[in-house]
T-cell receptor, first 113, second 112 residues
Framework: AQSVSQHNHHVILSEAASLELGCNYS??????LFWYVQYPGQHLQLLLK??????LVKGIKGFEAEFIKSKFSFNLRKPSVQWSDTAEYFC???????????FGKGTRLHILP | DTGVSQDPRHKITKRGQNVTFRCDPI?????LYWYRQTLGQGPEFLTY????????KSRLLSDRFSAERPKGSFSTLEIQRTEQGDSAMYLC??????????FGSGTRLTVV
């Protein structure tokens, strides 16, 4: 069965700092990978996804993630964060031919103005 | 707003009572998913429908939980004889193709 591990539960950064949130997954075969974001008081939204092809994936709001198959990782990055990036971020995995997505525990990101 | 709608937004119930939540998906979406999210955890898969057929149920879904999707439109999730451990946010998502979820805002259940 698939599982997802997010290394940081709570991250605090100042505006303009660079961000990297770690994500490792556990599954032996081909996977589809996702990052979701939940802004305060809002529903979960898709930030970016990787199905195949270029392992460097660009998403909305300047976020990107890199799939490193040898490390079973899919870390989320942003070169310069903004106060509006304060949110909870969830890494998620799906095994092909399985219709459900498995989520990590999330990382709560707090950006100081 | 044509997103996924969940009702109620909040529910407080006494232990032992039954509760029912409703999810209205985006109208053209044939897939519907229920997840549960507790404090400090990510969403955990509960069950999944394609049209009116319930195709998968998690082991998290005990006998006290039942979900339906009559006519392949809205869905209901019922919890019988609620326990304090059932306190959580219950999320619904829908999609027209696999893995392209649109989530609702959730129903927060508090069992006292």
């Amino acid at each position: 069965a698939q599982s997802v591990s997010q290394h940081n539960h709570h991250v605090i950064l100042s505006e303009a700092a660079s961000l990297e949130l770690g994500c490792n997954y556990s599954y032996g075969g081909t996977v589809n990978l996702f990052w979701y974001v939940q802004y305060p008081g809002q529903h979960l939204q898709l930030l970016l996804k990787y199905f195949s092809g270029d392992p460097l994936v660009k998403g909305i709001k300047g976020f990107e993630a890199e799939f490193i198959k040898s490390k079973f990782s899919f870390n989320l990055r942003k070169p310069s964060v903004q106060w509006s990036d304060t949110a909870e971020y969830f890494c998620a995995v799906n095994a092909p031919r399985d219709d459900k997505i498995i989520f990590g525990k999330g990382t709560r990101l707090h950006i100081l103005p | 707003d044509t997103g996924v709608s969940q009702d109620p937004r909040h529910k407080i119930t006494k232990r032992g009572q039954n509760v029912t939540f409703r999810c209205d998906p985006i109208s053209e979406h044939n897939r519907l998913y229920w997840y549960r999210q507790t404090l400090g955890q990510g969403p955990e898969f509960l069950t999944y429908f394609q049209n009116e057929a319930q195709l998968e149920k998690s082991r998290l879904l005990s006998d006290r939980f039942s979900a339906e999707r009559p006519k392949g439109s809205f869905s209901t999730l019922e919890i019988q004889r609620t326990e304090q451990g059932d306190s959580a946010m219950y999320l619904c998502a829908s999609s027209s193709q696999p893995l392209f979820y649109t989530f609702g805002s959730g129903t927060r259940l508090t069992v006292v």
